[in-house]
């Protein structure tokens, strides 16, 4: 915690004059105060940030298991002949590559309808609709991740900010007391 207090007695031309107290210890000038302050700040915002990645990553893996569903359920719509020459729509030899598809979605909340999950056949047309509608979450989650993407960028630059302040003040008081030692030494 950083303090200020007024130095009894101690004022520059009617000006009082100020302490800090960082963390319960007297005596520290204003560029300690500001360089603690800009440390703290600093590590504030990598806390966040270390947050902030896990919810990028979970979006990114729930991304990547939404589109192996997609895949799945692509790849079976695929593998049916022409619906033009009247052949088969039916779906149901690739039942359980369909249902592990489902069950991904299902796993993120996301209700895709098949008719296979009453032991009927499944048709192209209900597995197409499934792939729109998760098409569609995808697309939602997509912006969101994007949108974290750019949180996070934003957090990166103010924590590296609020360093670059804090190690600026630093550098600015070592050169004072460099110059000072020096100014001492002639």
């Known amino acids: 915690m950083i303090e200020t207090r007024v130095i009894d007695g101690a004022d520059v031309y009617g000006v009082p004059q100020n302490e800090y107290v960082l ?4 005596g520290h000038d ?4 500001l360089a603690a302050a800009a440390f703290r700040q600093s590590t504030a915002v990598e806390a966040d940030l270390t947050a902030m990645g896990a919810v990028v990553r979970a979006r990114q893996t729930k991304l990547n298991e939404l589109d192996v569903a997609m895949c799945t359920i692509a790849y079976a719509i695929g593998t049916l002949p022409d619906p033009n020459h009247g052949d088969s729509s039916d779906l149901s ?13 299902r ?14 056949q499944i048709k192209r047309q209900e597995a ?19 949108q974290d993407n750019v949180s996070l ?6 924590r590296d ?5 804090a ?7 070592l050169n004072v007391g460099k110059t000072l030692v020096k100014a001492l030494g002639n």
Do not use: F, P
């Open 93 to 105: 030899d690739k039942i359980d590559a369909l249902m592990d598809a489902r069950d991904l979605a």
């Open 153 to 158: 960028q934003n957090m990166i630059s103010k």
């Open 23 to 26: 963390d319960g210890k007297a």
């Open 30 to 33: 204003y560029t300690d105060a």
């Open 128 to 146: 197409q609709t499934a792939s729109a509608n998760l098409q569609h979450e995808m697309d939602l989650e997509s912006n969101a991740l994007q």
């Open 161 to 165: 900010s609020t360093y670059q302040t």
């Open 107 to 120: 796993k993120y909340g996301i209700s895709i309808s098949l008719a296979g999950d009453s032991g009927n």
């Open 167 to 173: 190690m600026s003040v630093v550098k600015k008081s």
